[in-house]
């Protein structure tokens, strides 16, 4: 279900919404905050659908940014997108490393020697 959410918000209502000629008549504030809320909500979505399947997956900033970026490097809009990007990127890579394998243990259950394996198998794929 969350992936046919991610397909059809970024392959549908994103370039709708976010098509200049749809846009046509709205204040440039009211477009600009359209276009982030929903590159910040495409952003979540991609994490938790990685949070599903128990992986990190570091969301990559929209392409139209390194576009923008090319044409004019001063472009302080996508420089603020890229800047989001690293610190979202730098929160999830924190939460990742502060894990500890004593959070197995703190359960109800007795884990076995392999509870620890795996901890460390997966916080090495992660």
Known sequence: ??????????????????????QE????VIAKELTENLHRFLAQTFVTMGHMNGET?????????YSSMEKNQ??????HV?????????????????????AVLNGDTNPGPTAEIEF???KGSN
Not at 57 to 65: A, C, G, I, Y
Not at 74 to 79: A, L, M, N, P, T
Not at 96 to 102: K, S, T
């Open 82 to 102: 890229l800047e989001t990007a690293v610190i979202a990127w730098t929160r999830q890579i924190k939460d990742i490393l502060r894990q500890e394998p004593e």
């Open 57 to 65: 997956l570091l969301p990559l900033p929209p392409e139209d940014v």
């Open 1 to 22: 279900a969350i992936r046919q959410l991610m397909a059809l918000s970024k392959e549908v209502y994103f370039p709708l919404l976010t098509n200049p000629g749809n």
């Open 74 to 79: 001063h472009d302080k809009d996508s420089v």
């Open 120 to 122: 460390w198998a997966n």
């Open 25 to 28: 008549g709205w204040p440039e």
